[in-house]
């Protein structure tokens, strides 16, 4: 199977711009999803497909996607920001199966 | 609103098994996947594999074949995963996620969430 491999922590300084990247084969045939996870919080979707938020994500969170490696670019991060980020994509090995990243730990500085 | 309810909390045995429940509503049941991730404390999600409430067709990620069963019961909109055979290295919280991707989506779209359902093994 498919594996998607993430930077375990990323820091931003409050305000500032922050990329967190997930590289995997996967990635160059299926979009990443992107998920939010704050502490004893379950996963929430914030970015899918090739750049779309779900209804209440704010502005600021965007992704995009290049051969084999996705982003998440948070523009201006909040304190509210800190969290686990955690990519996922279907898997290219054939079967209907999907795959996650490692997860990201962003602190906001 | 779109909502996924999980049961309670569960302690069981190694060896024993556990059947977690995940309750749907504000959409039609039998129109979406509905997935099982887990998390062990500190660590980061795990799919398990994914169940079509429609058909009843499954899918298991290779790690849990022949140890997992997801079912559904579709008169009451309620998923189900049974985990068998368990040991201390099952303990985690195990989250179900509806699957919104359309069909030929080039992406999945867990969303939403339960609120997950914590399951200790301990002697």
């Known amino acids: 199977s498919s594996e998607l491999t993430q930077d375990p922590a990323v820091s931003v300084a409050l305000g500032q711009t922050v990329r967190i990247t997930c590289q995997g084969d996967s990635l160059r045939s299926y979009y990443a999803s992107w998920y939010q996870q704050k502490p004893g919080q379950a996963p929430v979707l914030v970015i899918y497909?090739?750049?779309n938020r779900p209804s209440g994500i704010p502005d600021r969170f965007s992704g995009s996607s290049s051969g084999n490696t996705a982003s998440l670019t948070i523009t201006g991060a909040q304190a509210e920001d800190e969290a686990d980020y955690y990519c996922n994509s279907r898997d290219s090995s054939g079967n209907p199966h999907v795959v996650f990243g490692g997860g990201t730990k962003l602190t906001v500085l | 609103q779109v909502q996924l309810v999980q049961s309670g909390a569960e302690v069981k045995k190694p060896g024993a098994s556990v059947k977690v429940s995940c309750k749907a509503s504000g959409y039609t049941f039998t129109s979406y996947d509905i997935n099982w991730v887990r998390q062990a404390t500190g660590q980061g999600l795990e799919w398990m594999g994914w169940?079509?409430?429609?058909?009843?067709?499954?899918g298991y990620a290779q790690k849990f074949q022949g140890r997992v069963t997801m079912t559904r019961n579709t008169s009451i909109s309620t998923a189900y995963m049974e985990l068998s055979s368990l040991r201390s290295e099952d303990t985690a919280v195990y989250y179900c996620?509806?699957?919104?991707?359309?069909?030929?989506?080039?992406?999945?779209?867990?969303?939403?969430w339960g609120q997950g359902t914590l399951v200790t093994v301990s002697s």
């Open positions: 497909g090739k750049n």
């Open positions: 996620a509806r699957d919104s991707a359309f069909v030929g989506e080039l992406s999945s779209r867990f969303d939403p």
């Open positions: 169940m079509n409430p429609n058909s009843g067709n499954t």
